[in-house]
């Protein structure tokens, strides 16, 4: 089992959790996460 988990520092939020198996690969979720980026977000 993996758990993704999204938090915001500003706020100190949990924006976002999500529970997957744990065979799948951690750059496909990454490269998932990164595509949800908005401009000037970082």
């Known amino acids: ?3 993704q988990l999204k ?3 500003l706020s100190e939020e949990f ?3 999500e529970v997957d ?3 799948n690969d951690d750059a ?3 490269q998932k996460r990164t ?3 908005e ?3 970082c």
Do not use: P, T
Request: proline share 0%.
């Open 35 to 37: 595509q949800a980026l």
């Open 15 to 17: 924006m976002e959790l």
């Open 21 to 23: 198996h744990g065979v």
């Open 1 to 3: 089992m993996k758990i």
């Open 28 to 30: 496909k979720y990454g």
């Open 7 to 9: 938090y915001e520092l």
């Open 39 to 41: 401009a000037g977000s």
